[in-house]
């Protein structure tokens, strides 16, 4: 496997809000103090405190504790579950057909069981996440970026074969295969729906070739 760096791991992950320069430095920002965070890690042997990070960051410690109000918060972040997104990454990168359909099941089939591997992180990253916004909104504060972003790019590489496709109906279908992807959508499977691993698996599956079926059909029904 080809060794990815921190540096072009990370700058690819900040790419999730081109048209908003603002939140694009905000991301950009998370990752630098996460980025730091794992360098220190990897050189120390142990999660370095919020405050640490930000000094290697070259972030004020202010705005370190914006994004990561509790040490939990950066621990999440910073867990070696490093390999296995990397792989998905190249699995994208590699994909050799053009069919979108085959696209999107690649990356469902790469990504959705990863997280059922890594369950329990995975849950216990989406309560840090969720612990993160009511935080900042209890405090009056602006949310700050509580996410990487990979869902919404591995998106836009998946759907990048439609070129014939406006962007505010891009816009649209990304945002609604969204919600077939990542811990989220499993936990409604699991703990709302009920369904064992597989099962959750094949409806997700299901779910989003049907809306990819709705938003292609949508978009045929409109240019004739």
Request: glycine share 6%; charged share 30%.
């Amino acid at each position: 496997m080809r060794k990815v760096s921190l540096q072009e791991l990370y700058g690819r992950e900040v790419n999730v809000a081109r048209q908003d320069p603002r939140a694009n430095q905000k991301a950009r920002t998370r990752a630098a103090i996460v980025a730091a965070a794992k360098e220190l890690r990897n050189n120390l042997g142990e999660t370095p405190t919020v405050s640490a990070a930000a000094t290697a960051a070259g972030v004020a410690r202010a705005t370190a504790y914006r994004y990561f109000p509790t040490q939990e918060a950066l621990d999440v972040e910073v867990v070696d579950i490093g390999p296995d997104v990397v792989a998905i990454e190249e699995a994208l990168e590699e994909l050799a057909t053009d069919d979108v359909e085959e696209r999107l099941l690649a990356l469902l089939d790469a990504f959705n069981p990863t997280v059922l591997v890594n369950e329990e992180h995975f849950r216990r990253a989406l309560f840090v996440y969720l612990d993160t916004w009511l935080r900042s909104r209890r405090a009056d504060e602006e949310v700050p970026p509580v996410r990487e972003g990979r869902r919404m790019r591995w998106l836009d590489e998946v759907l990048g074969p439609l070129d014939g496709l406006s962007d505010d109906r891009r816009r649209r279908l990304r945002a609604a295969l969204a919600l077939t992807l990542g811990s989220d959508s499993l936990v409604v499977m699991k703990d709302v729906c009920g369904l064992g691993d597989e099962e959750a698996l094949d409806v997700l599956r299901w779910a989003a070739t049907t809306i990819l079926s709705a938003g292609l059909n949508d978009q045929a029904d409109s240019a004739g």
